[in-house]
């Protein structure tokens, strides 16, 4: 029982924490009104999000067996060590589908679609023919397409009566691809070996270190551009924190020359105490610029006529 439990990765639920900046951007478009924020609504959207992505890790763990055992590391993952029987996979990627959008009937039905639009994109990626984790740049968009997906889920705990802005959909899609591609990265260089690379992920027998450090480059220069378009529009004060957000990108790209780089492994960077530290108080200043209003800026950011 406990190999079909770590196949649904309960130790990744923290990334789930990424609904949070959707609750965050719809308390800005609407006012920062925190009476707006229901506390059994984040519980269970929350949840609901752990229960659908855990289904997508069972079906990701059984497809990705064959593959995984050229990984220095995944190789000893439940799936390819031991015996697990695919009736009881299949068994418990339904109940955890099943315990998903049930819970999720208690926010609204957008909430429902956007969960429902989370297990498509984990079959999309996982299973054949579409399999687009083999597909070289589409594996790391499609992946990443979760960030919009759980920035959406936060909005919708919010309000079901908006869509949120495109500008920083993109900008979050973005964000999710840099840190996506710069994953690739560390693997590819640890694995270092191009041949071993491509039986473990088909996409690899077309990257080289040199493609996925340009590829990430782009995604956050895409990502720092679309995030920049919704904070004039929205919170202009947010500029004074544009550098910080372009110096955590830095400070996550440096981590992935590290040996064994923990960037490989996201649900383990609470461990990396520069990250963290650097984390927080980005978390900071964002927060104090949240409730400080400087209207000059919004002045020095127009055009001005001479």
Known sequence: MKQYIKIARPDH???NLFIIPGIIVALLVFGRDLDNVRGIDFFLGF????????ANYVINEWLDADFDKYHPV??????VTSHLKFTYVMAEYAILTLLGLVLSLFINPYFVLVEIWLLVMGLLYNVRPFRTKDIPYLDVLSESINN????L?????????YFPPISILIGYWMCGAFLMSVKRYAEYRMINNPEIAGLYRKSFRHYTEQS?????????????????????EYRIEYVLAL????????????LSFKEDSVVQKPEKLYKEKSL???????????FILTFIDIPIMGEYFRIQKL
């Open 212 to 232: 996925l450090l340009c590829s990430s480059l782009f995604y956050s220069m895409s990502a720092t551009v679309f995030t920049s378009i919704f904070i004039i």
């Open 74 to 79: 995944k190789k000893n993952r439940p799936v």
């Open 243 to 254: 550098p910080m957000l372009i110096g955590l990108f830095v400070l996550y790209f440096y």
């Open 13 to 15: 639920w923290i990334k």
């Open 153 to 161: 889920l936060g909005w919708f705990i919010i309000t079901d009566h």
């Open 148 to 151: 919009i997906i759980r920035l």
């Open 47 to 54: 949840l609901a999000t752990c229960f659908i992505s855990s």
């Open 276 to 286: 963290l530290f650097y984390l927080l108080a980005f978390i900071v200043i964002l």
